[in-house]
């Protein structure tokens, strides 16, 4: 069974950009050593568009009121160190994304005659063209001057009036702030979500450190996949928000809003713009284990061989009115007023709103895009690619009969158990016991607190685990829905990289009802030498009854793997050819902390038409690509046929 190796991840949260760890570097900044922290910062500076960057050490600031004076790193660091930190994570909503505090909405009103006369007619001057084509019951119509119409009305007028509020959920996990993707590229008004996608994709891509023409040298055209989707669609105005509110507002509706509404646009345009690809488009949507459900059908593949190279990930802009409205209605959100009840305080601290494992009200959404190169391990050696890690297993299980779709049921004992179950079978016993640790969903409600931490402990005695560490990213990134997990992914890689365990910053205490016998979690990071970290299991609970959970290896543990199936020869030669592609990788890295980093749009380019397309019984070829792509050719079920 092939090996699904991870060589490169990209993409863009709330603690800033995926490649380089640079957003796992800023949830574990004060750990870090001074020159990391300065380089952190000073990158977080750029995308921010605080300063821009003048060669790879020196900086000058952006604000018109600002001294033009030439900074280096450590005077990015210390002068911008207060506004990058305060412009990351969770925090307050930006008025850049709506106002939460005079939010635009329509109130009902009715209106009545102010004539003396008592029940009298409203009345009121219309022009004609501006009539409804139905004239309302009640209404009658006469002509008055120059091209009016004077309407009386028996009985009140129901209207809608322009109107404000203050909205009551004010801390979301937004992407830096500042950070304009749009700005980078020829975005032509496309939804945040897929201008996401696109720098995600592109992220990864460079972040690999292998042009992509030389992946395609080595594999048939059709042996790409891209698994990859948006748990609510693209619900802004480019997208479903604009159609959907368009005929409210007056205004036309646009075929353009219905297209790029589809939840499986991402993989869309990943496929068309950014990899050319072929080979299998792949969406699946579970909720908030959405990630893990593609993921699951990319390490399938990849095992079985139906593919040789998966870009897997999830791009998510959830934060807007209509959608936080909805999830705040249904008392699923951390709002002003529960947490000012919740904390005894007549203030709230937007920074600490997700609290996971920790005295809670709701969870904090937030918006992310997250993409993961995998190839199967004869590939990645063959290329000299890097290695972050490695894919063994992903589960997924339901939840079976429920009394309500939101209730939490067996799915996810299931799953974790499968997980662990796997990574002792394939790690070993000890390395599970002594040497994992787990990446929570953690969502930061009163419910999760209890029945996740329930299965961890549960599972953690089945397996004699003790003081098993518990990891909730969701503290610094909030909750982004589809590529939550995601998330979590990227936090393990950096886990591994650096040996920190990131703590839960946002929480004073673990909540007194939470399940810990056998777990360790608390505000508190954790550091250890990171080769005391060889397995990750990420978790997820999804709306529903999506319950997923995965097995992730560690970079050593990997390569300890890879040894052993190719060999020290084949080994030594994969380390000579990956020492130049992460002298690439770390080019680009280099380049992207100084802001080169716009998406891979290629819109129109190098089109395929028929004539391009040469078809026999075995083979097809196309132009552009180096290889041809073999059809089927062998009866698979032989055995059962004549």
């Excluded at 008055?144 to 203050?166: C, I």
């Amino acid at each position: 069974m092939r090996l699904p190796v991870i060589v490169s991840m990209g993409g863009v949260n709330a603690a800033g950009r995926t490649s380089g760890f640079q957003s796992f570097r800023r949830m574990v900044i004060d750990l870090l050593p001074e020159a990391e922290q300065q380089q952190t910062l000073a990158a977080l500076a750029v995308m921010m568009g605080l300063v821009s960057a003048e060669g790879e050490t020196h900086f000058v600031p952006t604000a018109e009121d600002a001294p033009r004076d030439p900074l280096t790193l450590a005077d990015v660091a210390e002068r911008y160190r207060e506004q990058v930190l305060n412009g990351t994570l969770v925090r307050r909503v930006e008025k850049s994304v709506f106002d939460v505090d005079a939010l635009y909405w329509q109130s009902s009103a009715s209106l009545r005659s102010a004539s003396e006369q008592e029940n009298g007619p409203l009345q009121f001057v219309l022009a004609a063209d501006q009539l409804p084509s139905r004239i309302p019951e009640g209404w009658t119509v006469e002509p008055s001057d120059q091209g009016n119409v004077q309407v009386t009305v028996a009985g009140d007028l129901d209207v809608k009036l322009e109107n404000f509020r203050d909205f009551p959920i004010k801390a979301a996990g937004q992407l830096p702030t500042g950070f304009e993707i749009a700005d980078l590229y020829n975005s032509r008004f496309q939804p945040r979500g897929l201008q996401m996608a696109l720098f995600g994709a592109t992220d990864a891509l460079r972040a690999m450190g292998v042009e992509w023409d030389t992946v395609l040298e080595h594999i048939e055209p059709d042996e790409v996949g891209v698994y990859s989707s948006s748990g609510f669609g693209q619900m802004d105005k480019e997208g479903y928000g604009g159609m959907h509110q368009a005929r409210m507002k007056g205004e036309r509706v646009t075929t353009k809003s219905l297209v790029m509404g589809v939840n499986s646009m991402p993989t869309d345009f990943i496929n068309a713009y950014v990899l050319a690809n072929v080979g299998i488009a792949s969406s699946s949507v579970a909720a908030c284990a959405t990630f893990l459900s593609n993921l699951r059908h990319a390490v399938s593949d990849l095992r079985s061989g139906k593919i040789r190279v998966a870009m897997v990930g999830n791009s998510e802009a959830p934060i807007g009115s209509e959608l936080m409205d909805g999830f705040g209605t249904m008392g699923a959100l951390a709002s002003d007023a529960n947490m000012m009840k919740l904390y005894g305080t007549d203030e709230v601290d937007h920074r600490r709103a997700s609290r996971p494992f920790g005295e809670n009200c709701g969870f904090t959404i937030g918006e992310s895009s997250q993409y993961f190169i995998l190839m199967d391990d004869a590939l990645a050696i063959e290329l000299g690619a890097p290695c972050l890690g490695s894919i063994t297993d992903v589960f997924v299980d339901a939840d079976g009969t429920k009394k309500s779709i939101s209730a939490p049921g067996p799915g996810n004992h299931i799953s974790m158990a499968k997980a662990v179950a796997a990574a002792s079978a394939v790690a070993g016993k000890d390395a599970v016991r002594e040497k994992s640790f787990v990446l929570a969903h953690g969502s930061s409600t009163p419910q999760n607190r209890v029945s996740e931490s329930q299965i961890f402990d549960q599972v953690a005695k089945a397996f004699n685990i003790s003081e098993w560490p518990v990891v909730a990213v969701k503290a610094y990134l909030g909750h982004t829905i589809a590529p939550a997990s995601a998330d979590q992914l990227a936090a393990a890689l950096g886990s591994f990289k650096y040996g920190i365990l990131p703590g839960i910053p946002t929480i004073d205490a673990v909540a007194d009802d939470v399940y810990q016998d056998r777990l360790r979690l608390g505000p508190e990071h954790h550091q250890t030498a990171p080769e005391n970290l060889e397995v990750a299991i990420l978790n997820s609970k999804g709306f529903g009854g999506n319950n997923a959970s995965a097995v992730v290896l560690s970079p050593d543990r990997t390569e300890a793997m890879l040894r052993k199936r190719h060999g020290d020869k084949a080994m030594a030669v994969y380390a000579k050819k990956r020492e130049g592609n992460l002298e690439a990788s770390a080019r680009y890295l280099s380049a992207a902390d100084r802001g080169e980093y716009a998406p891979i749009y290629r819109f129109g380019e190098d089109m395929i038409d028929e004539a391009d397309i040469e078809i026999s019984e075995t083979r097809i070829s196309i132009k552009g690509f180096a290889n041809d792509i073999s059809l089927p050719t062998a009866n698979p079920y032989q055995d059962m046929t004549d």
